[in-house]
């Protein structure tokens, strides 16, 4: 499908491409499985402070809703495109499904740069786009959640907007929205403590000993902070991170407490007295135990992968590896990779326990929470671990054989209406 032409739902492809033709799944199955179930590309126009009427580009896919409603993130940066959406969102399908959550996946995004719009602006941008996805949307049918430049604010304003359309209020339509319209307590927190988790549970295979290890993150933003924050506090040490504007590394470690303090008064880590200066490709390339990338897609390559040196590749981003560097990991087996659909899955498995939550109007404590999603994540990591040693697979290979597995097995037991 031409529409979604773009680098990252080509990557997507490949790898379900892989994944199928190991599987023997028939072509005749194959189209049904990969592309979306429904798309929808909007028109965004709004009033700005300086009295000037802007137009956005806003998106929202879904990929298939064989398994219940639709799930996924709205994120809002200046690449965003129709077809790097469509692969966030059958991502979102493989994670789900071998998480065994009830959703299809699902990803939304608008073109704009968050920093460059007022507070005032993004509200009507966010009220604006919730307004056009209105016939779309809904608890049983796609509920959003925060992403790459969005947050609790942007997910208020949307239960808000969709609350005021429908005359009552109605918390279970977004998930990422403060605990005091209905949020779920961890969820902030979720994806990066489950990174952290499954770090925890690759050491304990591997051997390697997480309070004596090292670790480098790309990416300082929320998951990648929580992440840096949460192997601390296992033991480990941080030497280099970095975000959008530049990074830090200090062999002795980075004090990640005031680090992040310091983030949340610059909205940066540049300048931070702790380190020196690094670049991104610098930072990639660094030594360590675990490496990582919780930033954009595509960001270890076929020209870089060789030069990594780590122990651990905790995938905190989506799809941060590209097919081509798949092939060389798959070739060093010194490195333990935990493929992005397990490695970032908590944050899903906590908007699940949220959307729960709302609907039957009963809410948990932190520490029920926290134990639920390391069960959940326990659960998924034994079984791609197994699959993987079982089979003689990849990581990656395995945790998408699960999930595509499920899918397609849900799909047949549906059956395709007429």
């Not at 998106?59 to 639709?70: C, K, S």
């Not at 929320?222 to 840096?228: D, E, H, L």
């Not at 040693?389 to 849900?410: F, P």
Request: one cysteine or more.
């Amino acid at each position: 499908m031409q529409i979604y032409d773009h680098p990252v739902f080509k990557m997507a492809c490949q790898q379900f491409d892989l994944v199928a033709d190991r599987l023997e799944i028939p072509a005749n199955e194959r189209d049904r499985l990969k592309y979306p179930k429904r798309s929808l590309s909007v028109a965004l126009p709004i009033h700005c402070d300086d009295g000037t009427t802007r137009v956005f580009e806003g998106y929202r896919v879904q990929h298939h809703l064989t398994l219940g409603p639709t799930k996924g993130g709205l994120r809002y940066h200046p690449d965003v495109k129709l077809g790097e959406v469509a692969a966030l969102a059958m991502w979102m399908s493989w994670k789900c499904a071998l998480t065994g959550l009830p959703y299809g996946g699902a990803k939304g995004g608008i073109a704009c740069d968050p920093r460059q719009l007022s507070a005032a602006e993004l509200e009507r941008l966010t009220r604006r786009y919730t307004q056009e996805m209105i016939p779309f949307i809904g608890p049983q049918v796609d509920i959003m959640a925060p992403d790459l430049g969005t947050n609790e604010q942007v997910m208020a304003w949307m239960m808000d907007s969709y609350s005021v359309h429908m005359g009552y209020t109605v918390p279970s339509i977004v998930t990422g929205k403060p605990v005091l319209l209905g949020g779920s307590l961890g969820r902030r927190e979720a994806t990066g403590r489950g990174v952290a988790y499954l770090v925890n549970r690759a050491a304990d295979t591997i051997g390697l000993d997480i309070s004596k290890s090292t670790a480098v993150v790309q990416g300082f933003g929320n998951v990648g902070s929580v992440t840096a924050l949460s192997l601390a506090k296992y033991g480990a040490r941080i030497i280099a991170v970095s975000d959008a504007f530049g990074g830090l590394h200090n062999p002795k470690g980075l004090d990640i407490w005031k680090l992040d303090q310091y983030a949340a008064d610059k909205k940066t880590i540049v300048g931070f007295p702790g380190g020196e200066a690094i670049t991104n490709e610098q930072l990639l390339v660094t030594p360590c135990d675990v490496l990582v990338p919780a930033a954009l897609e595509r960001q270890i390559t076929g020209k870089n992968v060789a030069k990594i040196q780590c122990r651990i590749l905790a995938e905190a981003a989506n799809g941060p590896t590209t097919p081509d560097a798949d092939v060389i990991l798959e070739q060093r087996p010194e490195i333990f990779v935990i493929p992005d659909i397990l490695c970032n899955a908590g944050g899903v498995v906590v908007s699940y326990f949220e959307w729960v939550q709302d609907l039957q109007s009963f809410f948990w404590n932190e520490t029920e929470v926290t134990d639920k999603l390391f069960r959940i994540l326990e659960t998924a990591f034994t079984q791609t671990l197994n699959l993987s040693r079982k089979q003689k697979l990849s990581m990656r290979q395995a945790a998408l054989s699960l999930g595509i597995s499920r899918v397609r097995e849900a799909k047949k037991v549906r059956g395709l209406f007429p």
